[in-house]
């Protein structure tokens, strides 16, 4: 099931509407493919229900997976069906270290066009690394990790490790762990998933998105992130869910720094024309909220945005929920 960050503190409804994920959706799905059903409000007062404690429907339109990860734009969610998923008999991982970020990422393509799908794949690069030993992390230095896992029962685990093994090597990489297990492997999670908060230590102003693109054309990404980084003299640390091609691309500032914040500021649309001249899309889980929102008529067309404001109306007419946020005005 979905396991992100935020899953200590956030609500049902606030994930749903977020549509967030974590390490495991790229075996697992992200919140939206967890929902059988839902129960919501609308912007002009309704109960609707879509969905049901049933996995196959063909009636009708898909409202479930249309209201969640609206950013509670469309409708309250007050009821969810959630789907439940039976947990692993057995689980192990492989800690891959690499050269630089540009064999990881290729490594990274070669996890994912192989039959046997990770639990968790995640790509760190090499300032990632050093946030990792700072917080108690037992990692090498190198150019970039990954950290892949598997799920199975005793039997066939062995087997799904070896052929994920076998992917992950190639040129660029200087050494692969297996079978991570116990305190230690609990405590490169934990390092993980701490990452984000610890990217403060480095500088005080951070620029966190979460784009995506297909998975082949993570490499493109990866390089094409870190020319940025040279260009406009910038520290971007670069994480996330490879196997999504979900990559967490953070730059790093100090917003007293006139000249260093507006360095930052200028290169965030590249990420994002990058991003989308490969192939891409804005936000994997974050979502678009106002940060973002004018961002968006550059992903997607003038009928594509008429059509979602359409739905909006439809749903909120008075335009009373979360107003301002995803479509920019028309």
């Known amino acids: 099931a979905p396991d992100p960050s ?19 959706a790229v075996k697992y799905g992200t919140s939206r493919d967890n929902v059988l059903g839902l129960v919501a409000v609308t912007g002009a007062g309704e109960l609707i229900q879509c969905g049901g404690a049933y996995t196959k429907d063909a009636t009708g339109y ?62 760190m690069d090499a300032r990632s690394l050093e946030l990792l030993r700072r917080n ?3 990692v090498p230095e190198a150019g970039a990790m990954l950290l892949v896992e598997a799920d199975g029962d005793h039997d066939t685990l062995p087997y799904l490790l070896q052929a994920l093994a076998t ?4 040129d660029g990489m200087i050494a692969l762990d297996v079978a991570m297990e116990g305190a230690a492997r609990e405590k490169l999670w934990a390092a993980r998933k701490a990452l984000s908060p610890a990217l403060r230590s480095i500088a005080p102003g951070k620029i966190n998105e979460d784009v995506v693109v297909p998975v082949s054309r993570i490499p493109d990404l ?12 910038l520290t971007i640390v670069t994480f996330g869910h490879a196997g999504n091609g979900n990559l967490h691309v953070n730059i790093l500032y ?17 990420i994002f024309a990058l991003t989308l001249a490969l192939g891409g ?31 909006k109306l439809a749903l909120d007419p008075d335009g009373i929920l979360n107003p301002g946020k995803v479509l920019p005005p028309a």
Do not use: W
Not at 167 to 170: H, L, S
Not at 254 to 270: F, I, M, S
Not at 293 to 311: E, G, H, K, N, Y
């Open 136 to 138: 108690g992390a037992e």
């Open 167 to 170: 992917a992950a090597e190639g």
């Open 6 to 24: 935020s899953a200590e503190i956030c609500s049902i409804g606030g994930n749903l509407a977020c549509n967030a994920g974590g390490p495991r």
């Open 62 to 123: 898909d409202l479930t997976h249309l209201l969640v990860g609206s950013e509670g734009t469309l409708a309250l969610i007050v009821e969810a069906t959630l789907r439940l998923t039976p947990l692993p008999v057995s689980q192990a991982g492989l800690r891959v270290l690499y050269r630089d970020a540009d064999a990881a990422a290729a490594a990274v393509s070669r996890l994912m066009s192989q039959p046997v799908v990770p639990t968790r794949l995640e790509f």
């Open 254 to 270: 100090h917003p007293d720094d006139a000249d260093e914040n507006a360095r930052a500021h200028a290169a965030l649309p590249k």
């Open 281 to 311: 899309t804005l936000s994997g889980e974050h979502g678009i909220g106002l940060a973002k929102r004018d961002f968006m008529a550059q992903a997607f067309s003038p009928a594509t945005l008429a059509a979602m404001r359409a739905i």
């Open 222 to 233: 990866v390089s094409g992130v870190q020319a940025l980084a040279r260009e406009y003299t």
